[in-house]
């Protein structure tokens, strides 16, 4: 491959795939962000109550194309000022991403240009690098979103070791689950988010599950399973007026352990700094209980503004940069993986 790559701006292209939303970006020196396009398919699988993989890839088929010129276009950049393309390989729906990854190698081979595949996971630890270019190691990170719930420990070389994870459902998938039972509507996150703003969640009472097992693993299909029962034993609960108790309840008891936990270890570790990314880090409850708590503690908390939180190819290309800088680049035949660790 030539050496054409090495300009006085590394600008990278990123390429997301790995759910169900087709994303593009370009970012320059590892946290400027020059355009971050986003198409979601959320009106796709509303109606199913959670993602169809063979809907999802067909979807990504027919806009990959159409997102990566877009990004380019609001970026001012052409192909020739790309220094790389980087793209989600794992984990994710495979069907997903392979479109990802079919497109990033056509544009690698094509213009010549190298190719840098990179784990989902570890690419939302470095959004919070698009915030803060001099991010540090040293802290605690926690990923949650609808596939993962997983804590970490990242060392001040950014060396990442897993410490705990969900040994069931997900945060984000439980709230999904918990959104459909009660028929309130696709994404849950969101939908719960909002009304949960209008109940108490003292009102009514839900456990919190493994906030004392002495580890950092999580549970959250117990606590799906407890609201269910608990509507069973008392139907009055499914009522409108106690709907938003109830969300406001089960949401506090995701919030409480998800907090408590990842305080634990920041103390645990003797680190006095949280990062916190995925989808479910939008969650307003979540935010606001991690600020209070790390004050409580005098520990520093970093969260991503909304957008970064979620899927996206910024993320990607800001650390596509670093694997660049290290010359960590892929070859072509570079495989798709659907579970992987960082």
């Not at 194309?65 to 877009?70: A, Y």
Request: include cysteine.
């Amino acid at each position: 491959m030539q050496n054409n790559y090495y300009k006085s701006d590394i600008n990278i292209l990123g390429i997301e795939t790995s759910c169900d939303d087709t994303c593009a970006a370009v970012v320059q020196n590892g946290s400027k962000i020059l355009s971050n396009v986003v198409a979601s398919q959320n009106y796709i699988h509303e109606k199913y109550g959670g993602v169809v993989p063979e809907l999802a890839s067909r979807k990504h088929i027919e806009v990959i194309t159409i997102i990566i010129k877009e990004a380019l276009e609001q970026s001012g950049l052409g192909l020739k000022d790309i220094s790389a393309v980087s793209v989600t390989n794992r984990p994710g729906l495979v069907g997903s991403l392979l479109v990802g990854v079919g497109a990033a190698k056509s544009i690698s081979y094509g213009a010549k240009i190298p190719l840098v595949a990179v784990n989902h996971l570890k690419a939302h630890l470095y959004s919070n690098i698009l915030i803060n270019p001099e991010q540090e190691g040293g802290f605690i990170g926690l990923i949650v979103s609808g596939g993962h719930s997983s804590l970490y420990v990242i060392g001040c070389d950014w060396s990442i070791s897993e410490i705990g994870h969900t040994v069931d459902d997900a945060a984000g998938e439980a709230f999904d689950k918990i959104a459909r039972f009660l028929n309130l509507g696709y994404p849950g996150g969101p939908v719960i988010d909002k009304l949960a703003r209008e109940g108490n969640p003292s009102i009514i009472e839900l456990p919190r599950p493994m906030l004392d097992s002495g580890d950092f693993n999580f549970s959250f299909s117990g606590l799906k399973t407890a609201l269910i029962y608990r509507t069973r034993r008392n139907p009055e609960i499914m009522s409108k007026e106690n709907i938003p108790h109830l969300v406001a309840s089960f949401q506090e008891s995701v919030v409480d352990v998800l907090v408590e936990k990842t305080i634990r270890a920041c103390l645990e570790f003797k680190f006095n700094k949280i990062l916190v990314s995925g989808g479910v880090a939008a969650n307003s409850r979540l935010r606001e209980k991690f600020e209070i708590k790390a004050k409580e503690n005098n520990i520093e908390v970093h969260i991503p503004p909304i957008p970064l939180c979620m899927d996206n190819a910024a993320m990607v290309a800001c650390l596509g940069y670093h694997e660049f800088m290290r010359g960590n680049f892929s070859n072509l035949d570079v495989d798709v993986y659907s579970r992987s660790d960082i």
